[in-house]
């Protein structure tokens, strides 16, 4: 979908929840923070990691497609996960992804790949704080320890229980994001804010 | 849980995981050219060996990529993984078992130290003082809290105790010793030990919060407590239990499970390794057998106090472990707030559960002393020694003022002479042993009488032990001596607790002189050390610990070290003698199982009847089946089956050990998944004006969807038919969000569709819809849903609410297995379109006043056509698809303009009335138009033909998934069950959903032949009657003719009619 602009101001899946969310950070005394980063840019792309495209695509984003699983690759607003051996997330800031798809497929040619705007396919939730990692383990079966899951990783797999993308951000401090489907936004919040009752 | 490893994403739990069945099945090349028996071998027929078994997984909550694994499918261990395409490895070993390691020093017995360590009591002159107000309290001494004393209630009577006390103590210091009543047969029982392996003083906690069935000694006091006794069973609380619970998952290279002298060795060689290490026990505090015994504690102190200071380890008291399973998978509960009576801050969990997940672990469980089968052995002041010994030094307790003790062992020697040397008055002390050694020589001179090859016979007393008589053990009907005595200290050897070793699949053996099951082997990382794994002494006790810790973490990759261990002196030793029964010459029942009532006599009845298995007896008696889990019995159960059987109790076992080892109640299993938490609740960016519109909410899947929107008062029947109303007569508006939506992408797109769907997609022409099936290779109904064709090599599939998850994999799993070669993707984009359905004659107009630019003329915009427009300036796919009949649009937008789009659309309809609807009303449209919604109509037995759709079942294309099936011989006959719509004759009866559909109008005798069913049953506006939809055997040749629907004990007349009852010629579609 082309990101014109509307008439209208988007709202957010987690719009009405910001308020609860920013309550933690001082119930928890900052141990906690909690915040949705909305309406990131979000471009699935899939492509055999053998093909030329991929170096290809590398270079048109100004960053290579990770090839070590469950590894992330970030160079200035936008950050390249690794989903799948044949499928990567690039993540831009709001608005970016018409720009993304577009230089995906023309730096792609004729390759075969597959590029598609997922942008509201999943919300952000930014978890961090010095408990942020034990609050992610009331539910997140993953060893989150920094030396399993330090800054540069990333996984798909279950927290309570939605499916997520989960990522150690750049430094330990900066916490967690976690892309979430829209749909269950509301539920893992609803989960979030109750395991950080514990740490209020 | 297995640790599966998944060729790219490394190990993860089982629960990320899907099973494909078996690998290396390949998809015929020509299906045509198969017979029905070949296709049906192809369909129906996998192997099931006992062994290496390939099969195929995808790692679905993960990267989604199928895999091959080849799993031992009589272990359950995965041998090898590999990926789709590749050859199955060649050889797969399983994992080497860990074998047994022999005891660093030689065989002594002290089991954690409890048994056969040196007494600690000196015996004074004048015995110690005790205090006025708790009367078997002594004046100083144990581990208590003095300076907190705590107000408790048990049977309504009020005492006090101290921090540190369990109700046990507390209730002993008080001289209360009866606790309970048995089960069956309604005898007073006492406390009998002092821990979890209790089994009688099974107490009901009445406030705070109602619990039933807990172990006295293993309850803390706390102020306020209020408890009762039970006649051996409790009662469960009546309202919500207000407290948190919570679980935390948690991972290691080292768990080490008992914080005795064998766990905190281990864990203290492993602590500064830099291995993350967990130690749990399930006491307020480390040290184990040493709390019970009084030793070594300022070692226990220190130890403790490095562990706490280790940056990665982690101590949990208070915690215990209860379920041992696959790869490691740890359970454990922690509780966290019990103790602190009503001082629970709000936001704590009261108790918690640890999903552990270790690299190796260490089982250092201790072991439990054991009794024997002797008459009226359940009296209360029957006590386990060891446990009397614990309540002296932990607690400052004496249980008793008189005091037999009966051993087979030496392990009592040590409680008899602390308990001597406390001022309780040992009568003596009675060996089974003929020649009981060096123990019963301190004995002596300590001034304590020592009967040797003595037994007890039996016991006299009522509320309370009054007498002990005592016989030689081999001729007890001569030489009997009774003994005034209120207390009576027995033991007869000890149990390693092997329970979690055997729920990781640890094999148990005999061992002879121990008299005990010890840990043979394991197949998982686990090592036992200390009592657990039937080692006696101290000294090798904590030598094995700390061997084992280090090992644990030098394999994985770390460097341990020796921690300081207490110089322990060795204790003298006479082997014990392995005693299960003493003879009762007066019939006196002799407990077995003494939470179950079990008997020797009933065990006999068991044996008599011809069982011979512990696992029959164990069912046919109930011994061992308490919440005690046999764990002072079960040993003992088995011992007199072997000996009413005439066999070795090697050869007899013991009942598997399941989980939990203690009980988990189920609000701490639940934790925080009740309630809202429950289960995840879908919503679409609309959710929010349904809520405060009054929708009310029907669960489709996890979805929230809007059922109906009544107005003022109206009941959904009314809503309903007004809902309904709309859409056939205005314009009606409905949330479509929720159906699944994948995007397809890549050259070989339209051929992948070909071969997915019943129809032809690659004939679609961009910018076109088409409605299509999916089948299951047997030929059944899977999905449907519409397909539309965005470019050459692009395509945006839906799919049904329910089945959108279902459907992504399935093409997956297609590509991936299958049909590798095609250059296809797919991708799921069900939440980055929202979805408003525009129904209803007038919809054309509304439409047009929101869509400037979009031509909206039926031959502009032609049924199943979509465009790219603005609908209230935002942008939009517009598709004319109708699942009413009826002229309809489909407005697909960005979430995040949803709701602008919805209340644009609910101000631009105002003048026709526009009227948001559910998804009763859905179905009721699509009812009266024949069309089925797969899972309400469809139940995996149904073909396209079956359902009347055999016009979107390709006749040209070569193959598609479910084509070979549907020309098998069982695919064509002309009985098969079609879906046709069913008029009651009375036009205001609703059938059931689900009722039968028979013949006659009288039923039958048994057995009634069934034609069929009611699958969808509705009132419709339009028709002014109801309806119902049905799949009734040969259907489309009943059409005219009337059956019977049983409904309670009528049965009501129905007329079988085409599926079609509402614009049959479609003129409606096109407004």
Known sequence: MADTAPTARPRSPLEYAADRLAAVTRSSGGVVRLAEVPFLAQVNVRLDAKSPAADAVGLALGLPLPLEPNTVVRAGESTVMWLGPDEWLVVGPPGAQTGLEGR?????????????DVSAQRTTLLVTGPRARDLLAHGCALDLHPSAFGPGRCAQTTLARAHVILVARDESRAGFWILVRSSFAGYLTEWLLDAAVEYG | MLLISCPWCGPRDESEFHYGGQAHVPYPEDPTALSDEEWARYLFFRANPKGPFAERWTHAAGCRTWFNAVRDTSTNEILAVYRAGEERPETAEPRPTTARRAAAVPARPAIEGKAPSEPRGVLAAEPPARLASQPHRLAAGGRIDRATPLTFTFDGTEYQGYRGDTLASALLANGVV??????????????????????????????????????????????????????????????????????????????????????????????????????????????????????????????????????????????????????????????????????????????????????????????????????????????????????????????????????????????????????????????????????????????????????????????RLTAATVAPYDQHATGQREFAVDLLLVSAGWNPVAHLFSQAGGKLRYDDVLGAFVPDHCRQAVEVAGGANGTFGLAAVLAQGAAAGARAVEAEGYTAEAPALPAVAAPPYTPPMQVFTVPSATGAPRFVDLQRDVTVDDLARATGAGLHSVEHTKRYTTAGTASDQGRTGGVLASGVVAELLGVDISALGLPTFRPPYTPVSFATLAGRDRGALHDPIRTTALHGWHVEHGALFEDVGQWKRPWYYPRGGEDRESAVLRECRAAREGVAFMDASTLGKIDVQGPDAARFLDLLYT?????????????????????????????????????????????????????????QTEWPDLRVHCTSVTEQWATVALVGPESRAVLGSLAPRLAVANDDFPFMAWRDTTVAGIEARVCRISFSGELAYEINVSPWHARALWEALDEAGAPYGITPYGTETMHVLRAEKGYPIVGQDTDGTVTPQDLGMGWAVSKKKRDFIGKRSHARADAVRPDRKHLVALLPDDSRVLLPEGTQLVAESELPAPPVPMLGHVTSSYRSAALDRTFALALVKGGRDRIGERLYAPVGDRLFPVTVASPVLYDPEGARRDG
Not at chain 2, 427 to 441: K, L, M, S
Not at chain 2, 770 to 780: L, N, S
């Open chain 1, 104 to 116: 995906i497929r023309a730096a792609a040619g004729d390759e075969h790949v597959s590029v598609t």
């Open chain 2, 178 to 463: 009866a606790a309970a009543t048995g089960i069956r047969l309604g005898r007073p029982r006492g406390i009998f030990s002092a821990g979890v392996e209790e089994p009688n003083a099974v107490v009901q906690i009445e406030a705070p919060f109602p619990e039933p069935m807990l172990p006295a000694p293993a309850v803390e006091l706390y102020d306020g407590l209020v408890a009762s006794s039970l006649p051996g069973q409790g009662r469960l609380a009546g309202e919500p239990d207000p407290a948190r619970y919570d679980a935390v998952h948690a991972h290691c290279d080292l768990l080490v499970v008992g914080a005795g002298p064998a766990g905190l060795a281990a864990a203290a060689a492993a602590a500064h390794s830099g291995a993350r290490v967990i130690l749990a026990d399930d006491q307020p505090e480390p040290g184990g057998s040493l709390l019970g015994t009084g030793e070594h504690l300022d070692w226990v102190e220190a130890t403790h106090a490095r562990l706490e200071a280790a940056p990665e380890v982690r101590v949990l008291v208070r915690t215990t472990v209860f379920g041992h399973y696959d790869d490691n998978h740890v359970l454990a509960v922690e509780r966290r707030t019990n103790h602190l009576g009503a001082d629970v801050p709000a936001n704590v969990s009261r108790e918690r559960v640890w999903r552990i997940r270790a690299r190796r672990v260490v089982l250092a469980t201790g072991a439990h002393e054991r009794s024997l089968a002797f008459g009226d052995n359940d009296r209360p002041g029957v006590m386990l020694a060891a446990s009397a010994r614990t309540y002296l030094h932990r607690y400052a307790v004496v249980p008793g003022r008189h005091a037999v003790v009966f051993t087979t062992n030496d392990s009592a020697y040590a409680a008899a002479l602390d308990l001597a040397a406390a001022g309780v008055d040992i009568e003596a002390i009675v060996d089974t042993r003929p020649e009981p050694g060096q123990w019963a020589e301190r004995a002596r001179s300590a001034g304590i009488e020592v009967l040797a090859g003595h037994a007890v016979t039996g016991t006299r007393g009522t509320r």
């Open chain 2, 759 to 815: 129809n032809m997609m690659s004939t679609l022409k961009t910018g076109m819809i088409r409605y299509g099936v999916m089948c299951r290779p047997d030929g059944m109904v899977f999905d449907d849903g519409t397909v539309i064709r965005l470019a050459q090599d692009r395509f945006l599939v839906t799919t049904t609410t329910g089945n959108a998850a279902a459907v992504l994999d399935w093409m997956e799993e297609w590509l």
